[in-house]
């Protein structure tokens, strides 16, 4: 079974900053990547950043210097630090797990809109 939640979205202001959290705590498998993904309205699905079960990570050119992605293995949960803000960031944003054989699992996405 696998069940995560995604939380730390909201309206924030140019600059600002945001937490997005996905905690997948209760799920049953064994997680090796994981990755955040946005979608604005009107656009594909981009991915954001990622991070490997090998320690690797990798940003978008978009947000690198911005955003930083970091998992806590003990809580199964993946974080994404989105400084400096701004309104092209707005999106809702989607945590996506892989597990050891690289079956993927999307999270259910929250909403991120930076606007003045």
């Not at 900053?17 to 656009?43: H, K």
């Not at 630090?81 to 960031?89: C, G, H, I, S």
């Not at 707005?90 to 699992?105: F, I, M, R, S, W």
Request: charged share 15%; hydrophobic share 30%; aromatic share 12%.
């Amino acid at each position: 079974q696998v069940h995560f939640v995604e939380s730390g979205g909201g309206l924030v202001q140019p600059g600002e900053s945001l937490t997005l959290s996905c905690d997948a705590s209760r799920t049953q498998i064994n997680i090796y990547g994981m990755e955040w993904y946005r979608q604005a309205p009107g656009t594909k699905r981009e991915l954001v950043a990622y991070t490997t079960g090998g320690g690797k990570t990798d940003y978008a050119a978009s947000v690198r210097g911005r955003f930083t992605i970091s998992r806590d293995n003990a809580k199964n949960t993946v974080y994404l630090q989105m400084n400096n803000l701004k309104p092209e960031d707005t999106a809702v944003y989607y945590c996506y797990l892989t597990d050891v054989n690289l079956v993927g699992y999307w999270g259910q996405g929250t909403q991120v809109t930076v606007s003045s």
